[in-house]
């Protein structure tokens, strides 16, 4: 399958572009900063363009099968959060452009500063700050979103996962 990955250059798009690159996919990382993203495979095509261009990013989606994205932003106390909407619209402009009729995303967020989101996954931390087990991690998120390839099962439905 061709997969169009965003966010690649992320901690979770990595595990998503080495597990997508695993299973035979083959990978078009769109990135800002190409040097970023140390994966080298066969398999893999990385292109660079701005995320919130549909322009830019077009010529990226022919012939792609899906796009997945684990786009990630920094959250700032002096601005809104609102690059995943002016993102997703140029992405989505450009897979209607090209039919690209799949796009498999994911978001993170904390909630009441008792999660954080780390290298190994969401955790909530016990008393001292470490993890407390069975904790999902960075990896299970993509392994879950490349499962989504070949089921119905989540379409045009919202997954939470979270720890207990």
């Keep these: 399958m061709k997969v169009l990955v965003f966010g690649a250059t992320g901690k979770t798009g990595q595990f998503l572009v080495k597990q997508s690159l695993q299973q035979g996919h083959m990978v078009t990382a ?92 969401y955790f909530v931390p016990d008393q001292d700050g470490n993890p407390i087990p069975n904790a999902v991690t960075r990896g299970d998120v993509a392994r879950f979103m490349l499962s989504q390839l070949n089921e119905d099962t989540w379409v045009k439905k919202s997954v939470a996962m979270v720890t207990v």
């Design 30 to 121: 769109v990135v800002r900063t190409p040097s970023k993203l140390t994966i080298h495979h066969d398999n893999l095509k990385v292109v660079q363009a701005d995320i919130f261009s549909a322009d830019s990013l077009a010529e990226h989606f022919n012939e792609q099968d899906v796009v997945m994205s684990c786009l990630g932003f920094q959250i700032s106390i002096f601005s809104q959060v609102t690059q995943y909407t002016e993102s997703m619209k140029a992405i989505v402009a450009s897979m209607r452009l090209a039919k690209v009729k799949r796009i498999i995303a994911m978001t993170s967020w904390y909630t009441q500063n008792k999660e954080m989101l780390t290298y190994g996954g």
